[in-house]
């Protein structure tokens, strides 16, 4: 899994998130805009994170409080609710 880069700086965070009010855009694949990385904050349960981008290699990992996702600029994503949850999103740029 990725690192937020030591030059990036946080700038907002989501609402907390269930798996019963994740947003569906979330939900299928997206990417973030150029200068934005993100960090998926689990705070209870797990989530599957993938990265579905054809540039890069694929990858799926399960998110836990212990293993926060990074998400890459511009690199595409998504995430699979697998059971009960709460997590948040943080922005940095």
Same mark, same amino acid.
């Not at 540039?55 to 799926?60: G, I, L, N, T, Y």
């Given at each position: 899994?990725?690192?937020?880069?030591?030059?990036?700086?946080?700038?907002?965070?989501?609402?907390?998130?269930?798996?019963?009010?994740?947003?569906?855009? !979330?939900?299928?694949?997206?990417?973030?805009?150029?200068?934005?990385?993100?960090? *998926?904050? !689990?705070?209870?349960?797990? &989530? &599957?994170?993938? !990265?579905?981008? @054809?540039?890069?290699?694929?990858?799926?990992?399960?998110?836990?409080?212990?293993?926060?996702?990074?998400?890459? @600029?511009? *690199?595409?994503?998504?995430?699979?609710? !697998?059971?009960?949850?709460?997590?948040?999103?943080?922005?940095?740029?």
């Amino acid at each position: 899994m990725k690192t937020l880069p030591a030059t990036v700086t946080h700038y907002k965070s989501t609402a907390v998130f269930t798996e019963d009010t994740v947003p569906a855009a !979330i939900q299928r694949g997206h990417t973030t805009a150029g200068d934005v990385w993100a960090r *998926i904050r !689990i705070l209870e349960g797990c &989530l &599957l994170y993938r !990265i579905t981008d @054809p540039r890069v290699q694929p990858e799926e990992v399960l998110l836990t409080p212990e293993l926060p996702g990074v998400v890459e @600029p511009r *690199i595409e994503h998504e995430v699979q609710v !697998i059971g009960p949850v709460r997590f948040q999103l943080d922005f940095h740029r």
